[in-house]
């Protein structure tokens, strides 16, 4: 597992901030975008997007703001329920047990070795016991290497790859993840690359920016947007 201490412990969460560069997009446009970033394994983050455009970014319990200095505007989204904003669920699948990534009852139903790496398969059901979708999980003695979610049909519906994982403070975090989304057909409908250069543990000042946006400046606008 790649998140080698509890989040529940006592002290601050495990995190760890780095430079970064971001590829997302669908089959048609891919965006690349650059900067750094900041996460606790709390789904906490803080982004400062340096290009294409200059953004600063948090997210919390609550939701995401997105401030944008040049146009003097803040665009907040709620957050739902176990929910994640797009591109965040993807690093915190690395840095969660993956057991917590499909909420509910997870149960054992397959386990083997696949040369050096161990392969384990779970499904997952609500209270009721109806089958809400299912778990794929590969990794290595030292890491966890893909996570594949599946539908409750067994059809894959997100597939996450890490890579080259370096232990950051209590945590082992990959400078690479790959996340590919499928809709009902099996066809992707986007992608995401993260790529994170020298990751290091979370400071005072950085788990100061994670606790939320400042107070703006005067006469900044304050959007607000539900996600479809």
């Given at each position: 597992?790649?998140?080698?201490?509890?989040?529940?412990?006592?002290?601050?969460?495990?995190?760890?901030?780095?430079?970064?560069?971001?590829?997302?997009?669908?089959?048609?446009?891919?965006?690349?975008?650059?900067?750094?970033?900041a996460v606790a394994a709390t789904?906490?983050?803080?982004?400062?997007?340096?290009?294409?455009?200059?953004?600063?970014?948090?997210?919390?319990?609550?939701?995401?703001?997105?401030?944008?200095?040049?146009?003097?505007?803040?665009?907040?989204?709620?957050?739902?329920?176990?929910?994640?904003?797009?591109?965040?669920?993807?690093?915190?699948?690395?840095?969660?047990?993956?057991?917590?990534?499909?909420?509910?009852?997870?149960?054992?139903?397959?386990?083997?070795?696949?040369?050096?790496?161990?392969?384990?398969?779970?499904?997952?059901?609500?209270?009721?016991?109806?089958?809400?979708?299912?778990?794929?999980?590969?990794?290595?003695?030292?890491?966890?290497?893909?996570?594949?979610?599946?539908?409750?049909?067994?059809?894959?519906?997100?597939?996450?790859?890490?890579?080259?994982?370096?232990?950051?403070?209590?945590?082992?975090?990959?400078?690479?993840?790959?996340?590919?989304?499928?809709?009902?057909?099996?066809?992707?409908?986007?992608?995401?690359?993260?790529?994170?250069?020298?990751?290091?543990?979370?400071?005072?000042?950085?788990?100061?920016?994670?606790?939320?946006?400042?107070?703006?400046?005067?006469?900044?606008?304050?959007?607000?947007?539900?996600?479809?």
């Amino acid at each position: 597992m790649l998140a080698t201490a509890g989040v529940a412990s006592a002290g601050p969460a495990p995190g760890f901030a780095a430079s970064y560069t971001l590829a997302e997009g669908d089959a048609r446009v891919t965006t690349t975008n650059t900067g750094s970033i900041a996460v606790a394994a709390t789904e906490e983050a803080y982004v400062d997007v340096a290009t294409p455009v200059d953004q600063k970014i948090w997210m919390g319990a609550k939701g995401m703001a997105v401030y944008y200095p040049e146009e003097e505007l803040v665009v907040q989204t709620p957050r739902g329920k176990d929910e994640l904003p797009p591109v965040f669920d993807a690093i915190m699948a690395a840095l969660r047990d993956p057991g917590e990534i499909l909420g509910g009852r997870a149960k054992l139903v397959k386990r083997e070795r696949e040369g050096a790496s161990l392969v384990t398969r779970w499904d997952v059901s609500d209270k009721s016991g109806k089958l809400v979708g299912g778990l794929i999980v590969r990794e290595t003695a030292s890491a966890v290497s893909r996570i594949e979610v599946l539908g409750p049909k067994g059809a894959l519906s997100i597939r996450y790859d890490f890579r080259d994982a370096r232990k950051v403070g209590a945590l082992r975090v990959p400078l690479g993840i790959e996340a590919e989304y499928f809709d009902a057909r099996g066809a992707m409908h986007r992608h995401e690359a993260w790529r994170f250069r020298d990751p290091r543990p979370l400071d005072a000042a950085t788990r100061d920016l994670l606790a939320g946006p400042p107070a703006f400046p005067a006469g900044t606008k304050i959007k607000s947007v539900r996600r479809k």
